[in-house]
């Protein structure tokens, strides 16, 4: 499924599970995952810039975090107002430039290995 140059790839039922991998991966990352939450959730695994069936960076400058973020904005306002984010390494630290990340509470957010970075 793609979203305005976001791919995803989408399993199960349930509350929503939006996985982001980490860099020099793709949302392949999280196949096991999405096949063992299948059942109780609805996991949707992003493909951040230049990974998977997403679009390439398109512009000259250095690409951010918040243009990560950017990208998959819109699978987030996809699955609504309750859901569980997971990211691995960079893609721990993209949910933090996303605007509304001060509101995830306990229990809606882990990041495994999440990098620091001041993109």
Known sequence: MVH???SFREAGAGVPV???H???SSSGQWRPLMERLAGRFRSL???LYGYGQSVP???ERPLSLADEAALIEPVFEAVGDRFHVIGHSYGGAVPS???WSARLGSGRSSCSSPCCSRC
């Open 97 to 99: 430039r996303l605007p």
């Open 18 to 20: 939006v996985c982001i």
């Open 4 to 6: 305005p140059g976001a």
């Open 57 to 59: 960076w398109p512009d």
């Open 45 to 47: 695994a992003v493909d």
């Open 22 to 24: 980490a860099s020099a």
